[in-house]
């Protein structure tokens, strides 16, 4: 059988000082991607995404869950010792790993994410019907930004889907309660939970795409350095278009007569001044 060796880079990536305070932390799990070693039959792994106070954000690593609950306590160990020291949000499916989390980061609330919710929700809807059922789930939720008016595509009516899937949206209209905390977070912390819990998800579906398309993998060590790789390939995406965005700002500031000033939270560094543990 061929051995893998783990990418540096992407080991590297991985393993480098984070910032010491996060606004949000998003925690994914990717379940079950397809291995051909005898032993490996599938693996599971994790995935951290952390926005900062001004909206700088970044992947801060990937993990290998070896089984335990979603995500396992040594991703917060592990954030502590690249640096983290404070998180004010964590969202995501923390279920058996709540105390560790607020063992490390005992200040944060934990929140669920809306994200992941609708999708496991529409997982079990028609294709066809996925993308209308998921925007009637988001109005329920008055999520004004993510949920049109109208219900796509244009031959599917409101009243039809709720007549296809009676149970789907009644239980859903049961389960709003929960993401209230979310809806009461004071700005500009809501607006900042719902964009990081929205890239994560987005980045996560690309991810979920490129496995497909790459099929089983020969062990779990090419498995992980496929997801590492990838979330670092996208890591330096979104960075790279942050710059842009501020020197686009920068330019128009100039333009103006005005002096650019920077947009951030008092103690909380941008991302290009992080400080190692």
Not at 83 to 104: D, Q, R
Not at 150 to 170: G, M, T
Request: hydrophobic letters at 45%; charged letters at 25%.
């Amino acid at each position: 059988m061929r051995i893998v060796e783990p990418n540096s880079a992407a080991t590297n990536f991985l393993s480098r000082p984070l910032c010491r305070r996060y606004a949000v932390i998003v925690l994914t799990r990717i379940s079950t991607l397809p291995v051909k070693a005898e032993a490996d039959q599938s693996r599971t792994f994790c995935w951290a995404y952390g926005t900062l106070i001004n909206g700088d954000a970044e992947v801060l690593g990937a993990w290998n869950s070896d089984g335990e609950q979603p995500i396992p306590v040594k991703v917060f160990g592990n954030l502590r010792d690249r640096g983290v020291e404070f998180v004010a949000h964590g969202v995501g499916n923390l279920i058996g790993a709540e105390s560790a989390f607020m063992g490390t980061f005992g200040r944060a609330m934990l929140l669920p994410s809306i994200e992941q919710s609708v999708a496991s929700t529409v997982a079990a809807v028609k294709p066809a019907h996925r993308a209308a059922v998921s925007n009637l789930l988001r109005a329920a939720l008055g999520d004004a930004d993510r949920a049109p008016s109208s219900v796509a595509p244009d031959e599917i009516s409101r009243a039809v889907l709720r007549e296809r899937y009676p149970k789907l949206l009644r239980q859903w209209d049961e389960a709003v309660a929960p993401f209230q905390p979310v809806a009461a977070l004071p700005e500009p912390y809501r607006s900042l939970v719902r964009s990081a819990d929205r890239t994560a998800f987005e980045l996560h579906e690309r991810l979920m795409k490129a496995i497909h398309r790459h099929g089983p993998f020969v062990d779990s060590v090419e498995a992980f350095d496929f997801v590492a790789s990838a979330l670092m390939r996208a890591d330096r995406q979104y960075q790279r278009g942050a710059r842009e965005g501020r020197l686009a700002r920068s330019a128009v500031a100039m333009r103006s007569g005005l002096v650019p000033g920077r947009l951030r939270g008092v103690g909380v560094p941008t991302l290009a001044e992080r400080v190692s543990p």
